[in-house]
């Protein structure tokens, strides 16, 4: 479960009943609509939140608030409450974006914001964006969200932006452009007339003109020091002795206004306001928590100094939460000091949110109370609700405020530290804190046996992902078995996840049948827990090994069922089943059905933007980066594939198709064979070396890249013998392609054939098709030669095959003519275009049909070749013939040479 919102940052101020109204300003800020940004900047107490409240309660758009805090500093705390802030307008906007957000590593800034922005430019009305106290905000990637929403700001949204101090954002340039309105100390000011207005209307005080004028010039037009003065005169009876009495700058008159206004108070007020503003938010109960005064009532002061102008606001429409103003609040705390019982305090606090379930509050009031044995104690209660929602970064953040020497005498703390550096990717850091906790157990831990008891066991399961992820099997397969001997039979969880690290090493070292059945395994207990998430995502591990045993079939049963079951369990369920709807949506492409592959590819696009798996970005990109380069569009899917390389997450599964190979495929396809070929000597890679499993894909990358080379059919050879042996036929059938498009480029057409062969038998029971056409015309040649020499054969075998190299023929696009590359001309120099002398160019097809017959082939052969009526083929010759202005296939050879067409 995600960390719950404060829904009182998302509280639209109401304008106060007894305000001075601003219509000058008003102008201004409806004025600013037709900019990017409206940025009103000002020192505390100057009321641009009071203005901005004014504004909106007649501007008639909808408006979406949010008022910032410190904890916003986090961007993805900030990202979560500013899409909640626009949930306020239009609930269906950011479902997706939520759930990313809430991912243990979510992904780019850019992607979730241009997901967002998408979202926005689908609703038609205008609507208002408002950041309150924006000056809270201390982060650069949080500018940075800023600056790109601003830059790519739809026209339907305008942003508001209110702070203390200018934001670190490209103002000058928006100003430039014309895209910025901004509202200064000097704008928002009081004017003499709005003083009076306030201080004889509002405050019901009754100032003379002269009295009006030297007090706004003492305060400079400063709103709440205006204000507190008006408070202050209350009860004074020589009013001009008393604003004569004012001298210096804003700080010493705010300091003699607030010794005032203090005074002016019960002392039971008094004692409230400073005990009360080590609080960021007050509610009644909690003030008579911190206070432990019977005869004072929480309620009742809050709501008698929200009457009384007591700068205080409330931050929701009942009434039960409050704030103080900041500046206020600010003084109140320099007053308060550290008294003897400022320590009590905070440990009531701390107490009061512990039993209310805020425990981030507790915390943190703990931490302030100097009782750091207490706030170790509660993060170590924290840690297993925040780590499930994934927030082990924001944990960390916790405990790094204890001190060290704590931390080292506790080892459950330890070991969570050590899981959260481990959640982080911080592995050496969790190796330190993992020993920390060893040395803990050995006798100076200060926890309940019952706390210590599954220590070992978390120690032996956090070092075995730790060496998995660090690609060190043997001390993976070490820990994982001491996790297996020291977990209790019943804890199924903790046994699944280390039986799941096992399998890993199965998998990476191409035992894939092992894995699945460990996997299985591992399912079947967690069916039997109940636990039917982990059900869903193991299926889809299961899936992914399946098609590496070419098992296409079986797959999609695989992920047919694990969808099955996620509906039957609910949303939370169905939201990681990203990655089978991509997988189904590559099989079906595979077989040739692009309507069922369509549908799963937009099925798991929309449930991208709501899942929480890790790795999701990541095969999404690297998915569309094979769709692009399959429809050549190969810049395309470079950029896409730097995009994989950017988001990739490290996880239990084993890399088997690293972005650089991939990219290295690219290369070729471009005819770059020298970045190719420096990629292979960066690997280090040789076509005599013996290969893993692991690194299967990169040699056969160097395979394509060596294609002609004699000594890849040994390389390829190896290869398809470890696969054979350990039933691999998906890695077979990709070898076996590789190896026929290499003795076809070497020239030896029979073993071509024969491997082409052996591959197509493997292939044609699951129904592949898009494998072979990705291999382009190449491909496509030796299928329809391999097609005519079955042909004659009358064998059931035979027929078959003639059904399934049709069916295949059918497949592959149209070739396309890609000009030739040609050396530059030197200057002053031309050339003849031999098109030139025909009046009617041959078309594309009738140009392969001519090659052809410059082969050799009769007419019957071109149509088996090309899968075209033989009529078709006919037609097209006499077209060529009509074109080339000669009666016979000679000449049209031979006229064709003369051209340069051949």
Known sequence: MSEPLLLTKLYVPLPRPKI???????????????????LISAPAGFGKTTLVSEWLAGCQRPVAWLSLDEGDNDPTRFLIYLVSALRTIMANIGEGVLGVLQSPQPPSTESILTALLNEITTNPDHFILVLDDYHVIDSKPIDNVLTFLLEHLTPQMHLVIASREDPHLPLARLRARGQLTELRAADLRFTPTEAAEFLNQMMGLNL??????????????????????????????????????????????????????????????QTFLLRTSILDRLCGPLCDAVLCSPSVSGQETLEYLENANLFIIPLDNERCWYRYHHLFADFLRQRLGKPKDFAEFHLRASQWHEENGDLGAAFHHAIAAGEFVRAAGLAETAWQGMNGSFQSAAWLGWVKKLPDKLIRTRSVLCTQIAQAFTDTGELEASELRLQDAERCLDGSDVANEAQLKPLPAMIALTRAYNAQVLGDPSATVKYAELALQLIPEDDFDRRARATTILEVIHWASGNLESAIRGIGDSMERLTQMGNHVMVVVSAFAVADLLVGLGSLSEAERTYQDALQLAAQHGPEAEHITTHHHLGLSMIYRQRGDDTLAAHHLKRAAELGLQTTLVDWLYRWHVAQAQLKEAAGDLETAMALLDEAKRVYIQTLVPD???????????????????????????????????????????????????????????????????????????????ILLVQALAYEAQGNRPQALAALERALVLAEPEGYVRIFVDEGNPMRMLIADFRLSIEKQMSSSAHAQLGYTGKLLVAFAPPVNKQSTTPALSVGASVKNPKSEMVDPLSERELEVLRLVAKGLSNREISLRLFLALNTVKGHNQKIFNKLQVQSRTEAVARARELGLL
């Open 20 to 38: 001075v109204s601003r219509p000058r300003l008003i102008e201004r800020l409806n004025e600013g609509m037709h900019c990017k940004l409206i």
């Open 208 to 269: 003379s003109e002269k009295e009006i004028a030297a007090l706004e010039a003492r305060t400079e037009g400063w709103i709440a020091g205006l204000q507190l003065a008006a408070l202050s005169m209350k009860g004074h009876q020589d009013t001009t002795s008393f604003i004569q009495s004012f001298t210096g700058s804003h700080h010493f008159v705010l300091d003699y206004l607030i010794e005032e206004v203090l005074h002016q108070q019960p002392e039971e007020v």
């Open 656 to 734: 088997l198709h690293p972005i650089a190979a991939l990219k290295a495929r690219i290369y070729l396809k471009q005819g770059r064979l020298d970045k190719a070929r420096a990629w292979a000597i960066e690997r280090g890679l040789s076509l005599a070396d013996e290969v893993s499993y692991l690194h299967e894909f990169e040699y056969l990358t160097l395979a394509r890249l060596e294609i002609a080379n004699p000594q890849v059919n040994a390389l390829l050879a190896r290869l398809l013998q470890a696969a054979e042996a350990q039933k691999r036929r998906g890695s077979a059938l990709d």
